[in-house]
């Protein structure tokens, strides 16, 4: 019950760390500090420990990763939008 408490706080923290990056890359043109290929990396790590999850068949990797997942989503959105 512990490792689970301590697995689920660890998965919270670490996903939900993306959201004040997320809030500060919202306003359009304010993602020059963003770097692409570091979002890309990330994301592509993120997916990975999805798939992970999936065949280890462990919740809390899984949802952990992927509320990260879609925050490096957003944050991807927003550099895209404000390439063009």
Excluded at 32 to 42: C, F, I, M, N, Q
Excluded at 53 to 77: Q, R, S, T, Y
Aim: net charge positive.
């Amino acid at each position: 019950m512990l490792i689970t408490i301590i697995g689920i706080l660890a998965a919270a923290l670490t996903s939900l760390s993306y959201i004040p990056q997320v809030k500060k890359a919202l306003p359009a043109g304010s993602t020059d500090d963003l770097s692409s290929k570091t979002l890309a990396v990330l994301a592509a790590g993120l997916a990975l420990w999805i798939g992970y999850g999936i065949l280890k068949g462990d919740l809390v990797i899984i949802v952990a990763n992927a509320v990260g997942f879609l925050l490096v989503a957003m944050l991807i959105g927003f550099k895209i939008r404000d390439a063009g």
